[in-house]
């Protein structure tokens, strides 16, 4: 066993390529991360930067070519289905897309219970836990009998963190959880979960394209930037005094609610890309 949650060495992703040559397209260059138990870890990058294969990596999701991926000291790059599916207990996600993440024709409280019921547990144990995991995502016990259209997008967030909790996994891989709801909503749900890491001690690979968001949740940043990672560090540092030019227009990028602060960072965006044109191993 390890103090780390999550061990990633030098990973590789590569898919095959397409047309005559069909030579393979690698989209991680060998990533290397940690995450220890309890803890956050934010990737942030723009699309197509690979934050998002290296969550699909760990859940299996995406073809593992390289380099390993290890879960409480357990290698699991490239292990079959039944043990993925032995894995739900301990490794969760919740996806981008509130709207397309839940089933539309079943009740909130079925998409709750339906983990529950796959891993063995009795029908009565659980609604009791499907009760106690709406309470604890602030809606309440009557939204079971309701049809995910019937809530908002930042409630059917909720309802997809709830489903992740359900069999109170160690680590959970947010994928961009955030960024189809509006800026207060977004910081309702952040809120969600560091209250719910602070209570459960759940650990979070937490995928993001904007840096205002990663630095309100992560204890550490890794800034990917076409499949490398181009600067890491604690949060505070990285979201606060970015050393990389890729970093440094992430953050110019970041929304704000302040239409004169957010035209002041576009001009700053532009003036940085003039002045020092991106290379991956920028200083």
């Known amino acids: 066993m390890t103090d780390n949650v999550l061990d ?3 990973l590789v992703v ?4 397409k047309g005559l040559r069909r030579r393979p397209v690698e989209i991680l260059h060998g990533v290397s991360l940690a995450i220890p138990a309890g803890r956050t870890l934010g990737l942030v990058g723009e699309s197509g930067s690979g934050k998002t294969t290296i969550g699909r990596a760990v859940l299996g999701l995406a073809p593992v070519t390289g380099g390993t991926i290890r879960f409480d000291g357990r290698d699991i790059s490239r292990i079959g ?8 207990r301990d490794l969760q996600v919740v996806f981008q897309d509130p709207y397309s993440s839940l089933n539309p024709a079943m009740r909130v409280g079925d998409i709750l219970a339906e983990p529950l019921t796959i891993q063995g547990v009795s029908r009565r144990d659980a609604a ?5 995991l709406l309470d604890r995502v602030g809606l309440p016990a009557d939204a079971a009998d309701r049809l995910p259209r019937e809530f908002s997008g930042g409630q059917r967030q909720r309802i997809a963190i709830a489903r992740a909790l359900a069999l109170r996994p160690r680590l959970i891989v947010c994928d961009e959880p955030v960024s189809a709801l509006d800026l207060t909503t977004q910081a309702h749900v952040l809120d969600l979960f560091l209250q719910i890491q602070q209570d459960t001690g759940v650990s979070y690979l937490f995928v993001s394209h904007d840096l205002d968001v990663v630095r309100h949740i992560s204890h550490e940043v890794a800034v990917l930037y076409r499949g490398d990672i181009v600067e890491r560090g604690p949060a505070g540092e990285v979201t606060t005094a970015p050393r990389h030019p890729y970093t440094q227009r992430l953050l110019l990028a970041s929304p ?3 239409p004169d602060r957010q035209a002041e960072r576009r001009a700053q965006r532009i003036r940085l890309r003039d002045a020092r044109p991106m290379t991956a191993d920028a200083p």
């Not at 590569?14 to 390529?17: H, K, N």
């Not at 289905?81 to 739900?88: L, N, Q, S, T, Y």
């Open 8 to 10: 990633i060495d030098g």
């Open 14 to 17: 590569s898919y095959p390529g």
């Open 81 to 88: 289905r039944r043990d993925r599916a032995r894995m739900a």
């Open 256 to 258: 704000l609610s302040d």
């Open 128 to 132: 009791t836990r499907v009760r106690e």
